[in-house]
């Protein structure tokens, strides 16, 4: 039973480069979230998908684009890269809304130097 | 709008001692609570959570937290701490009928043999 998956778990990238990261959940769940980790500032919500075919902006969403591409799936994707996009980032699904717990990926750290 | 306050972003406690870390929210509606627990380089493992009813939670690990809606508080405590508790451990918060968590900024755990 594999929950969440994410891919690639390490990437390294130049400043100004492209690159997308991707998710996927085998629960049959609704929603779907990308967060941000940085040391000390917990975990910051970048955007989500509350279901098929909708997602919207969270917290911190300059800089990143998402796609739902369909109910498993849900990438994320940096057009340009910067150095302040350096972080952990985590994907998460949830049944359907935040009245049940996210499950979380295992995570992918990202350096962009 | 929402927050969650962790207190303490360092916790140490000898092993066999008590654990508390605290979480303090605001939010205009009583929310869902949730605690869970990161291992290094893991994704979050959900410790417990508070969505309706009995207000002591128990999870996972010996752990448990109380929801007191008048302290606006949901504490995370473990009577005695064992050596493999040594995590990061994070609050979450969310509004009924939305699809936002919002996380603390974590306490990492040490415990001292």
């Known amino acids: 039973n594999a929950g969440v998956t994410q891919t690639p778990k390490f990437q390294v990238l130049k400043t100004g480069q492209s690159m997308t990261l991707q998710c996927a959940q085998d629960m049959n769940h609704n929603s779907m979230y990308w967060y941000r980790q940085d040391p000390g500032m917990g975990l910051r919500l970048i955007y989500y998908s509350a279901s098929e075919g909708t997602t919207d902006k969270g917290e911190v969403p300059n800089g990143y684009n998402v796609s739902r591409l369909n109910k498993r799936e849900f990438s994320l994707r940096l057009e340009s890269a910067a150095p302040s996009q350096t972080s952990v980032y985590f994907c998460?699904?949830?049944?359907?809304?935040?009245?049940?717990?996210?499950?979380f990926g295992q995570g992918t750290r990202l350096t962009v130097v | 709008a929402q927050s969650v306050t962790q207190l303490g972003s360092h916790v140490s406690v000898s092993e066999g001692a008590l654990v508390l870390l605290r979480c303090n929210y605001s939010?205009?509606?009583?929310?869902?609570l949730f605690w869970y627990v990161q291992y290094p380089n893991q994704g979050l493992q959900l410790l417990l959570k508070?969505?309706?009813?009995?207000?002591l939670v128990k999870g996972i690990n010996g752990f448990e937290a109380e929801f007191k809606k008048s302290e606006t508080s949901f504490h995370l405590t473990k009577p005695s701490a064992h050596m493999s508790d040594a995590a990061e451990y994070f609050c979450a918060v969310s509004e009924r009928g939305t699809y936002k968590y919002i996380f603390g900024t974590g306490t990492r755990l040490k415990v001292l043999a």
């Open positions: 508070y969505t309706t009813g009995a207000t």
């Open positions: 939010s205009s509606v009583p929310p869902y």
């Open positions: 998460a699904s949830s049944v359907r809304g935040t009245n049940t717990e996210a499950f």
